[in-house]
Antibody, heavy 122, light 108 residues
Framework: EVRLVESGGGLVQPGGSLRLSCAAS????????MNWVRQAPGKGLEWLST????????NYADSVKGRFTISRDNSENTLYVQMSSLRVEDTAIYYC???????????????WGQGTVVTVSS | EIVLTQSPATLSLSPGERATLSCRAS??????LAWYQQKPGQAPRLLIYDASNRATGIPARFSGSGSGTDFTLTISSLEPEDFAVYYCQQRSNWPPITFGQGTRLEIK
């Protein structure tokens, strides 16, 4: 079974840092680009970042560029996002999502984790 | 940045009826458009990719059409489990990848 499981969410103060993890199983992790998407309370979906299969290519939304760093460990089948300088508006459910095809690293997202909640508050 | 505008914001229909959801892009995205379904407390689920291709395991009552700037998701006959929020997403000319604001499909 293809599965993604996020962890690492929690309560953090403004200006703080947090690292989220996404454990992947059931597919050849290194062959697929991976993504982080978030959803603020009661709001829609916001793409944050994509990393290609090798980890050598990354892209970010302007809202997190310079504050968030996406990475992956293909030996551990795990995706990460290091979040720093956190703001109240970063409060959201954070999802990792698998890119559908091995050919393109910007394809649709066919598998999603259940999400992990990040709350930024003093 | 390509902006996706979904309409209507809320659609009220009864089971068995046909649902037509729209997604309009601020510039052409060719056919690089996907549709997702999200139920309360759940992660999004991919329904349609590349405008008209059903994802694995998606029932045939879901269909997508369109190209360029105008896209449609059609649910031919609504089942009770179809009432949810639907998002479109584009991957043309990225970053950024962008989502529409969503259409809430509710039971009338």
């Amino acid at each position: 079974e293809v599965r993604l499981v996020e962890s690492g969410g929690g309560l953090v103060q403004p200006g703080g840092s947090l690292r989220l993890s996404c454990a992947a199983s059931g597919f050849t992790f290194r062959s697929y680009a991976m993504n982080w998407v978030r959803q603020a309370p009661g709001k829609g979906l916001e793409w944050l970042s994509t990393i290609n299969g090798s980890g050598g290519g990354t892209n970010y939304a302007d809202s997190v560029k310079g504050r968030f760093t996406i990475s992956r460990d293909n030996s551990e089948n795990t995706l990460y996002v290091q979040m720093s300088s956190l703001r109240v508006e970063d409060t959201a459910i954070y999802y990792c999502a698998k890119t559908m095809s091995t050919r393109f690293w910007d394809d649709a997202f066919d598998i999603w984790g259940q999400g992990t909640v990040v709350t930024v508050s003093s | 940045e390509i902006v996706l505008t979904q309409s209507p914001a809320t659609l009220s229909l009864s089971p068995g009826e046909r649902a037509t959801l729209s997604c309009r892009a601020s510039q052409s995205v060719s056919r690089y458009l996907a549709w997702y379904q999200q139920k309360p407390g759940q992660a999004p689920r991919l329904l349609i990719y590349d405008a008209s291709n059903r994802a694995t395991g998606i029932p045939a009552r879901f269909s997508g059409s369109g190209s360029g700037t105008d896209f449609t998701l059609t649910i031919s006959s609504l089942e009770p489990e179809d009432f949810a929020v639907y998002y479109c997403q584009q991957r043309s000319n990225w970053p950024p990848i962008t989502f529409g604001q969503g259409t809430r499909l509710e039971i009338k």
